[in-house]
């Protein structure tokens, strides 16, 4: 899917022009100027955010016991929404590498808010009682988002794009304050495959297990702020890649963590890849972006994933 992305698009580039773009590079050839400047650096996007997406979801399914859970459904992506809304209209920040802290504050007080609420009561968090608190905050949230767009013309031209969710039109200027955010979270979340593996017994297996319930849940909401808070920040709330690839991974390795992380990691880019070339060339003109590609594959695969019985089960 990596070459494809670099070389499908409205206009068609060899494999022989990408090559001499990449080793050899010519400035005065526009196609070779298109894969350096416009392909190549959506892709590079388009592999760092699949990962963050997928393994965030991966992590939130197995945190929470929900195989139905990914980072829109819980909030997280509302809270990195809001937070960027709220730097472009009321602070006037426009450039990525600018509101990316306030998209990581988002989602991390989302996650904690959709856990804390969640955890109310005498059963402690249910993956039910955390589903219901991220589809009210989620709600909320997108409400106030909205709000904030609408009231300025400058917020909603500068969030239009970015809002359906867009790995095109993006600088690799971006990738100095990124990598290391989703490299670190990455890191931390394919740690914790162990501990989650034991978590999935219940809290007292787990404790008897040896894991630090304390330390495996901060260490997973702090891997989860930092992929979703930096792939939002970077692409928009991107829908249903979190979501759907745990599965389908799930359904070729069981339920062990130890696989399903790293597995998603490399899948989950190249399903954002395809939908991105998808969305390149469906249309006569113009482009569908990849936002809205992923929300009209997910919609489907979610309710297929409802009426399936013991699909993917946790």
């Given at each position: 899917m990596t070459v494809l992305s670099v070389m499908v698009g409205a206009r068609g580039i060899a494999p022989g022009t990408v090559w001499d773009a990449l080793f050899h590079f010519d400035s005065s050839s526009d196609e070779?100027?298109?894969?350096?400047?416009?392909?190549?650096?959506?892709?590079?996007?388009?592999l760092l955010v699949g990962a963050a997406l997928g393994l965030c979801g991966a992590l939130i399914q197995a945190f929470t016991r929900n195989p139905l859970a990914?980072?829109?459904?819980?909030?997280?992506?509302?809270?990195?929404?809001?937070?960027?809304?709220?730097?472009?209209g009321v602070?006037?920040?426009?450039?990525?590498?600018?509101?990316i802290w306030f998209a990581l504050a988002g989602a991390f007080?989302?996650?904690v808010l959709v856990y804390v609420l969640g955890s109310l009561g005498a059963d402690r968090a249910t993956p039910v009682k955390l589903t219901l608190a991220g589809v009210a905050l989620t709600a909320v949230f997108s409400g106030l988002t909205s709000a904030l767009t609408l009231k300025s013309l400058k917020t909603l031209d500068v969030t239009r794009f970015w809002?359906?969710?867009?790995?095109?039109?993006r600088s690799l200027d971006v990738l100095p304050v990124a990598l290391p955010l989703i490299g670190a979270g990455l890191l931390l979340g394919l740690f914790s495959a162990h501990s989650l593996n034991a978590l999935a017994l219940g809290d007292d297996?787990?404790?008897?297990?040896?894991?630090r319930l304390g330390a495996t849940r901060a260490c997973v909401v702090l891997a989860v702020t930092l992929l979703a808070g930096t792939a939002v920040a970077v692409a928009g709330p991107i829908a249903f890649i979190g979501l759907m690839v745990?599965?389908?991974?799930r359904w070729f390795t069981g339920p062990d963590q130890r696989w399903i992380l790293p597995l998603t990691v490399l899948v989950a880019p190249a399903f954002l890849l395809a939908a991105d070339v998808v969305g390149r060339v469906v249309l006569p003109s113009g482009e569908?972006?990849?936002g809205l590609v992923t929300a009209l594959v997910g919609a489907p695969v979610l309710v297929a994933l409802v009426r399936r019985r013991n699909a993917s089960g946790l």
């Open positions: 070779q100027v298109m894969v350096r400047e416009l392909r190549l650096p959506r892709t590079v996007i388009g990914d980072p829109g459904i819980l909030g997280v992506n509302a809270g990195a929404g809001f937070a960027v809304t709220f730097a472009v602070l006037g920040l426009t450039d990525p590498t600018e509101f007080a989302l996650t809002d359906v969710g867009s790995i095109g039109g297996s787990a404790r008897s297990l040896g894991v745990p599965h389908v991974v569908l972006r990849v």
